[in-house]
């Protein structure tokens, strides 16, 4: 089934896997494990081909893996679940879209598919649920809606990296018999499975254990025991280690709480919060005393978090009181935060910056003076053996190191008490046990009490108390042992099942029918394009963008308020321009001169300067773009022959405008001269000066073909950026690295819904135009509608393009911003024709989209011209948005590096 | 003790945003590239003036007079005329080839020599609007002097009563490249303070960490401040550079007032902006949607700021709604010191109600923020 040969793989200067070899043979149930960050992600990536492989062979389902032709070919006898909570499903899609999304990747998805998804959901418990939006699940079921989602396809090779890593143990349990059910529906079937968690990995048939991106071992786990003389999978692998990490390593032992009367540290009452008609925790009541280790026990989504930010005071309760220390807990309050360290579940930390400095960051945001920052730091480091991550990124930090660095940022400042949530999940044993030891220590010796949510039953068999949560409420409380025995059961996990109301456990038994569905047509080579799986991504993402109203709204309305503000507002008439006067005479001919200017629409204003001053002083205050300056004498000059002259002071600030306040100004004194000779022009010749496509000048009739280009290019370019980049970002990416899905189908099926939604915008803004400002459409509509297509089409490729650059969200908002609203304003044929255009800009207005739709519009709207004459501007559009697909596709990588 | 308690965290947290900004390579390249290239193409590109305007003439007379005419039309407000037939005249101008078509009647020249005042036609493609306009009355001056000169009769000059005497202040050469630049800095200063303070608000909320950072000794008001101060000095400092290396280095215009007060203005009006990008934060739930807001905001204050068409032929509700807007008052304060030389006594109108808007965003996106943090 797979063969690997001398695998190794490097990421900068962290060497992840050294000479990995293995094979794995058909029907085998394989375990890879091993703490975080030793190379299993990596290596899984690389067996199934969605990571580019570097050094070595993978010969995986008969073929080389890493050649484009066999993962094509194989990639739907194939199923990859990345690592993390629902990283391959579409958090705003509902439970039934996620599914009809996955069926439609693959072929015969779409005969049988509603009838197929109904049963899978009943199957593994999520019909009831199949409406609800994925990111609303809890963590247990995220898990098995994204394994229904890697089943679609039924595949031959089943490839799980760390599935249950932060579930629950109900949910893990329910998991586990699932994948029983499948394999025992096809044994055939070969299943890879990553866990960090040693617990786990005793019931696989064969177990590979790694570290330090080699492998450990290779036996079945019983032989593993047997071969290293222990009872447990987690003292194995430390006995496997080489000694020299082993160091620090020792069983745990919980010394008895020291002082019985040492005062309590957290009172809770009655505690009690809602979201709406949601009830997040319901009566929640405990008393921990100072130094105790409180554990806090249940599954996700079941209130331990709300607790936890209620007693910091981070979310105020809606009913019930807490107190720290004998003070009351009120939101907000700063005294609190000085006393608690605090370390939630997701990290945290500012990724981008380096383990060094967000520590020392954190301390000096708790005021210490600056050379206990520095010690503090440095203690830290040692104290968390961070030392040699010192100066490395905290996003490059395995997941193992990054929890290390949570903790050593909550314990900072010596806080009174540690309020720490799920601080060890994904933890490997000896980190875990050196975070253990480290907390016992403190609550031993330093007094500090600890409030701890986990998912480990071992870890919480190491707390003072425990209390176990379900939905809100709180099931029971008290010492572990103490409730195992009430209980009647063997272990902790059993007691937590026996104390959860009858309900919650649903029935998970009939897993097998899942695979029953019509094998494949296998064999069949695939079709290099497949318009179902394109639209597969089309529907997904029109679902999420329909999810989103608010998005919708601000993509549909926010386009016809600009354009009704820059319709209106945007007016390069020059008309009332504001003028003052500076008179040194005062005699009827300056009032004249001055009248007949007031007299035309293209000045108001006029008023006179007192006491007469510089006129560049004038003109500095901005308030009036020109100053006509009358000297002394002016009115007996002019009718003495001394031909005196007028100054026309300009203000050449905005040079566009000036120079028609300087034409305008001439033609005033022209009409004045006229009237002064009391006659009417001689002329030489009559200029009769036609303006053609718009008689009346409206400002409007010529603005809006120019504005609808530039709204639609901004708009559809930045939408289909982020919806490629916001994938990257939250990890769904995965999903086309993984599926049969080609990039050509990745990329139309990502532009297609964007196509649509600008074309629903163009043709509102049309309506609005024609409706609202009157604007004259003489041409063919159809022709218009055409052509907008074509422009939207090369608008979202745009956005496409620039999102294979980018990886942050904020880069992609940026870059499409720059990539369309500078050349789509400037070399757009906006303000400036690009026929007077010369150069490199000229070159840029040709090649670039806008320009030509503007010239369509414009033709359209105004001149009514049809296809024969618009062709010339059609061709170089279709040309660029072909250019473009073709680079996004080459941009595009269709592996992980 | 208590006022270094406050601002020592806000100095820190700003820290911690401009190392982050540092380390989005794409995000700082695109930063640069939009203060250099994208201010100097702005100059070199966008020129709302009559430049190299295309026209073309019917020429029917064939004469010396419309020789000379046609001759007189040249760059660089003009392309050299090219000239065509009367059957081309309505496809070239469908096709938008010239913006003016100026067309010579049959026997124009013994016309206008025997006193018949014969019709000269100008065509004008008045869908270029701002072209058209000014265009148009370029050309018939420039048609007046040629017909004046060839008929050698100074019909009104030698008996002119008053003479005009036009002065154009502050850009004498009506250079347009200084204009566009500077337009563009503004631009790109308003754009990249919301978006970037905006977006590290929204990243902070979509990565966890500003839960994170409420567990600390931490009041709203200082983590809004880091983030104002840090985002607002970056921005500061580039576009400093900007319109030293870039405009009146690479463009080498001439600037008119001190640096240090336009330096003033520009903090103030960051501080306007920087706030908004918290304001649009709080009520944006992600980044699409924050990307689409900002476009809605940015788009009507950059272009009616009175930056790209003078403010008062706006109408009057709009020119009321953008003295709202900090924009608006930025740009009267960038014409008037960069260009007039202006100094502190003409500009602290617009400097006040700068401070004005900006404490009012302050304020709002303050309130908003503490009571998104409290749902949180």
Partial sequence: ?897 | MKRRGFFRPVWHLGIKEMRSLFRDPMLFGFMIFAFTVGVYSAGKGSSIDVRDAAVAVVDQDQSPLSQRVISAIHPPEFKDPVVISQDELIPVMDKGDFTFVLVFPPGFQRDVLAGRVPELQLNVDATQMSQSFTGSAHLAALISRAVTIHTQRRLVDSALPVNLVTRMRFNQTLNSEWFGSVMELVNVLTMLSVILTGASMIREREHGTLGHLLVMPLTPLQLLLARLWSMGLVVLVAGMLSLRLVISGGLAMPVAGSYGLFMLATALHLFATTSMGVLLATVARNMPQLGLMAMLVIMPMTLLSGGTTPYETMPQLVQWLMNLAPTTHFVAVAQAVLYRGAGLDVVAGHLLALSLIGLGFCLISLSRFRRSLAAA
């Fill in chain 1, 1 to 897: 089934m797979i063969e690997a040969q001398g695998l190794s793989h490097r990421y900068g200067d962290v060497q992840a896997l050294e000479a990995v070899s293995l094979t794995v043979a058909q029907g085998e149930l394989l375990g890879v494990a091993g703490p975080d960050g030793v190379g299993k992600s990596t290596l899984l990536g690389l067996l199934t081909g969605v990571r580019k492989r570097q050094h070595g062979t993978v010969r995986t389902l008969g073929g080389d893996i890493d050649r484009p032709a066999h993962r094509q070919q194989v990639s739907q006898r194939l199923a990859y679940m990345p690592q993390g909570l629902g990283k391959n499903l579409y958090p705003g899609l509902t439970v039934s879209e996620n599914l009809a999304f996955f069926s439609g990747l693959f072929p015969d998805g779409a005969k049988n598919r509603r009838p197929r998804i109904e049963r899978l959901l009943h199957e593994v418990g999520l019909a009831p649920f199949k409406n609800r939006p994925a990111a609303k699940l809890s963590g247990g079921m995220k898990q098995k809606l994204g394994l229904c989602c890697a089943l679609m396809n039924d595949p031959d090779l089943l490839v799980l990296d760390e599935p249950t890593t932060g579930v629950d143990p109900l949910s893990r349990r329910q998991f586990w018999s699932l994948i029983e059910g499948i394999r025992a529906a096809k044994p055939q079937m070969t299943v890879i499975v990553a866990t960090a968690s040693m617990d786990e990995a005793a019931q696989f048939d064969r177990l590979i254990v790694m570290d330090g991106g080699r492998i450990l071992a290779d036996a079945a786990p019983d032989a593993l025991l047997r071969q290293t003389g222990t009872a447990h999978l987690d003292d194995a692998f430390i006995a496997l280690l080489p000694e020299a990490q082993k160091v620090g390593y020792r069983p745990l032992q919980l010394g008895a709480l020291p002082d019985k009367d040492a005062g309590i540290a957290i009172e809770a009452k009655h505690l009690t919060r809602r979201f709406g008609s949601f009830v997040a925790v319901r009566d929640v009541s405990f008393r921990i005393r100072r130094g105790e280790i409180f554990g806090f026990l249940g599954s996700n989504g079941c209130g331990k978090t709300t607790t936890m930010k209620m007693l910091t005071g981070l979310l105020p309760a809606s009913e019930g009181q807490a107190w720290l220390f004998g003070k009351p807990v009120e939101s907000g309050s700063l005294q609190v935060k000085r006393d608690v360290g605090f370390m939630s579940q997701s990290f945290s930390l500012y990724p981008e910056l380096t383990v060094g400095e967000n520590l020392i960051l954190h301390a000096r945001l708790f005021l210490m003076s600056e050379a206990d920052c520095i010690r503090r730091t440095q203690e830290v480091l040692r104290q968390f053996s961070l030392s040699r991550y010192r100066d490395s990124r905290a996003a490059s930090l395995p997941t193992g190191v990054r929890q290390r660095l949570s903790l050593g940022v909550a314990m900072i400042h010596r806080p009174q008490m540690l309020i720490l949530d799920e601080p060890t999940s994904g933890v490997d044993p000896v980190s875990r046990n050196a975070f253990w030891q480290l907390l016992v220590r403190l609550s031993r010796e330093e007094g500090v009490t600890i409030f701890i949510s986990t998912h480990y039953m071992n870890e919480a068999m190491l707390c003072d108390r425990i209390s176990l949560m379900h939905a809100g409420s709180v099931l029971a409380k008290g010492q572990p042992q103490a409730l195992i025995d009430k209980a009647g059961t063997d272990t902790l996990e059993d007691a937590f099942i026996h104390y959860m109301p009858a309900q919650a456990e649903t029935d998970n038994t009939a897993a097998a029918p899942l695979l029953s569905a019509k094998r494949v047509q296998r064999n069949r080579r695939p079709a290099p394009f497949r318009l179902t799986r394109m639209l597969a991504y089309s529907r997904s993402e029109l679902q999420d963008l329909l999810r989103d109203p608010v998005r919708l709204l601000f993509a549909l309305l926010g386009t016809l308020i600009l354009m009704v503000v820059l319709g209106f507002g945007l007016n390069s008439d020059v008309e009332e321009i504001p003028f003052a006067v500076i008179d040194h005479d005062r005699s009827a001919a300056s009032l004249a001169y001055r009248d007949n200017l007031l007299g035309s629409q293209f000045f108001s204003g006029g008023q006179l300067i007192e006491p007469p001053a510089n006129a560049d002083s004038v003109l500095r205050h901005g308030d009036v773009s020109l100053v006509m300056e009358f000297p002394p004498g002016f009115g007996r000059g002019v009718y003495a022959g001394d031909q005196p002259e007028v100054g026309a002071w300009i203000d050449a600030a905005m040079p566009g405008r000036a120079e028609s306040v300087g034409t305008y100004v001439e033609a005033m004194h022209a009409q004045y001269l006229q009237s002064l000779a009391g006659t009417e022009s001689t002329s030489l010749y009559a200029l009769h000066t036609r303006f053609r496509y718009n008689q009346t000048i409206r400002s409007i009739n010529a603005m809006v073909p120019a504005i609808i280009p530039m709204l639609l290019m901004m708009i559809t370019a930045i939408l289909a950026a982020l919806s490629v980049v916001r994938e990257k970002e939250l990890g769904s990416i995965n999903n086309f690295y993984a599926t049969p899905v080609t990039r050509m189908e990745f990329l139309l099926g990502k532009q297609l819904p964007y196509l649509l939604l600008g074309f629903i915008n163009f043709v509102l803004l049309v309506v609005l135009a024609v409706g609202f400002f009157r604007v004259p459409l003489v041409g063919s509509f159809p022709l218009l509608a055409v052509s907008a297509l074509l422009y939207l089409f090369c608008a979202s490729g745009l956005g496409l393009l620039m999102s294979t650059f980018t990886n942050t969200q904020i880069a992609a908002i940026f870059g499409t911003m720059l990539a369309t609203l500078i050349p789509a304003a400037q070399y757009g044929g906006l303000t400036h024709p690009v026929a007077s255009m010369e150069g490199l800009s000229k070159l840029i207005a040709q090649v670039y989209p806008t320009s030509h739709f503007v010239d369509i519009c414009r033709g359209v709207f105004a001149k009514s011209m049809g296809l024969s004459a618009l062709w010339p501007s059609l061709v170089p559009m279709a040309l660029f948005g072909v250019a473009v697909l073709i680079l996004c596709r080459w941009r595009l990588q269709e592996q992980q590096r």
